[in-house]
Structures are given as structure tokens and as C-alpha cells.
């Protein structure tokens, strides 16, 4: 966290880090204990929230490869 770019900081990346664990266990466990229960972890308001997350995820990641890539 301490090589995130100035520029960069209001991504909050320790948020996106955060975000890409927690949502990492849930997609562990559906997909390694199929079964009737994994279809019924999420209702519409958590793959709502898993949708609001991943995209501030990849804005993030976006934003870090562009500025590698170009250096503003």
C-alpha cells in the first residue's frame, strides 16, 4: 500500500483489497461445496452489493494499470 501513487490514493485501495478477499471466500465455498445451500447464499440486495464492489475493483485495478503503463 505504501508504492500506491499519490495520484492514486482517493481509490481507496485498501478498501478494493478488502472487497477482493471477503467476496474471495464466498466464491471459494460455491465453488468447492456445490450443493442446494450455495445457490441459496445470495439474494438480490448481496449480488447487488458483489456488483458495486467488483466494478470499484476493476475501476481500481484500471486506474493502477494505466498509470503504470503511462505514468500521468
Known amino acids: 500500500m505504501k508504492k ?9 485501495f485498501h478498501k478494493l483489497y478488502l ?19 450455495t445457490e441459496k447464499l445470495f439474494e438480490k440486495e448481496e ?3 458483489a456488483l458495486k464492489h467488483v466494478r470499484r475493483c476493476y475501476e481500481g485495478a484500471n486506474q ?9
Do not use: C, Q
Open 19 to 37: 472487497y477482493s478477499k471477503f467476496w474471495l471466500s464466498f466464491y471459494t465455498v460455491a465453488k468447492y461445496e456445490r450443493g442446494s445451500w
Open 64 to 72: 493502477l494499470k494505466n498509470y503504470m503503463e503511462h505514468s500521468w
Open 4 to 12: 500506491i501513487p499519490e495520484k492514486l490514493k482517493h481509490l481507496d
Open 47 to 49: 449480488a447487488e452489493l
